[in-house]
């Protein structure tokens, strides 16, 4: 900052302020951090709706498993096995040992922008828990993955499901 003396009559006056050199510099050092912090915020935001499609995805699994151990009818007269069919954008909630894309039961769920299935291991892309022991139904030790990618980024998680219907791992 630089300082001016004004003589105006007798009396002194200082005049303060910045140059436009400094004032140049300020505005270029704020751009450059703004820049940064927005890469960031992106990046965080990718990260955070993949988190958050994995861990809604995995709620409705064992949703799905828990209402085939108990026998849930949802209103039908008996209980019965449920599942989930894969596409690459969203999955359905369905029940039985097939599934039916015309039951007006099945309920979708659509996958956030830029997510996606990108690798679906089950057979028939259909995992389906069996009534009351809640095991997978057809299962297969090389079949048993799902991967969700984000389109936006590089990140995605392979989610491994057991025999049981455990999730075994998320890598």
Known sequence: MKSEKLKIKNKTIWQVGFTLAEMVLVVSIILTLFGIISVDLFRSQTSTSLTSS?????????????????GATDGRSSSDN???YFTPTKYTLFHGLVYNPTDPANFNVQLDDNITFSSIGF?????????????????????????????????????????????????
């Open 123 to 171: 057979n028939n892309n259909t995992l389906v828990f069996l009534e009351q022991s809640g095991e997978v139904s057809t299962y297969s030790a090389i079949a048993n993955t799902v991967t969700i990618k984000n389109t936006a980024g590089t990140e995605q998680k392979t989610i491994t499901v057991n025999r049981y219907g455990a999730i075994t791992g998320i890598n």
């Open 82 to 84: 449920y599942g989930i």
């Open 54 to 70: 994995i861990q809604t995805f995995i709620s409705d699994i064992k949703s799905q498993q828990i209402k085939a151990m108990v």
